[in-house]
Each structure stands twice: as structure tokens, then as C-alpha cells.
């Protein structure tokens, strides 16, 4: 496999976690219909076809979700408001043009690796998306890639 194959479509948690920097963020989710439900109680609704190819499955799920698929932009916030989140920003590291940011949600430490003009300070409120077609589900026990 080339390696930006595995990047974008990984096999396992492993690959997933093991190419990229920084790693792709891990969330133990179930799901309810159409929504997406985190171990602190947060949510965000799904496309059905996205839903649909977890074959029924409802838990022992793990959502992952790389750090530039997470947006932070006016435009995504729009596209995708149904399922806007927010949370607090812990840290920040400035890695010229582009910047990651530190917070925690959905009950697991997340970064978001935002373009340098989107950078916020440590304590401000920040609001984001998860880009739908960029989520990966994986099986919890097996850790085989679902989605």
C-alpha cells in the first residue's frame, strides 16, 4: 500500500494512530440512529450512508478522526452546524503555518491541527466540526477499520 493510502484509509486503530503527526484522535462512541454519541454524553448526527456501512452495529465502536479534519472555519461551522461542538482550549503549539490545538472532548484528550490564522489562546472557547466523510469507525475489540 502507498503510504498516503494507509494515511487516508487505514486497515486498523493501529496504522491509523501509528502514521501521521499528530496522531489521529480516538473517541469511544455508540450509536443511536443516526447519531453518534461520546463517553461524556456529547453527539453529532451522521450522513445515513455513513451509518449504514457499520451494518448495524451500535457499540463496542471507536470513532477516529484526524486533528485536519477537525474545522474550526465559518464555512464548515455553516455546512455543518447541526453538529457543532465546542470545548476549551488547553494548549497550543505553533508549528508555523499551521498550529495544533489542544482541548478535551468526548471524554478523551483531541487535537486540531488548524491553519495559522485560526490560532486561539489557552482558555478561549472554541467552536468545530467533525468533517463526516474523514470519520473512521473501528471495531473495539478487534480494532479492525469499520468505516
Not at 99 to 117: D, E, H, M, P, W
Request: aromatic share 10%; hydrophobic share 40%; glycine share 10%.
Amino acid at each position: 500500500s502507498k503510504p498516503m493510502e494507509l494515511y487516508d484509509h487505514p486497515v486498523n486503530k493501529f496504522v491509523a494512530g501509528f502514521i501521521g503527526s499528530p496522531q489521529m484522535n480516538f473517541f469511544d462512541v455508540t450509536i443511536d440512529g443516526n447519531t453518534v454519541v461520546f463517553a461524556d454524553g456529547n453527539k453529532i448526527e451522521l450522513p445515513e450512508n455513513i451509518i449504514e456501512k457499520l451494518g448495524g452495529k451500535k457499540d463496542g465502536l471507536i470513532l477516529g478522526i484526524r486533528g485536519e479534519d477537525i474545522k474550526l472555519d465559518a464555512q464548515n461551522l455553516d455546512v455543518f452546524g447541526s453538529s457543532k461542538q465546542s470545548a476549551v482550549v488547553e494548549n497550543t503549539e505553533i508549528m508555523g503555518t499551521e498550529n495544533n490545538l489542544y482541548f478535551t472532548f468526548g471524554g478523551a484528550q483531541t487535537i486540531a491541527r488548524v491553519s495559522k490564522y485560526e490560532i486561539s489562546g489557552i482558555g478561549d472557547k472554541i467552536e468545530f466540526v467533525f468533517m463526516p466523510s474523514k470519520i473512521h469507525f473501528f471495531d473495539k475489540e478487534s480494532e479492525i477499520c469499520l468505516v
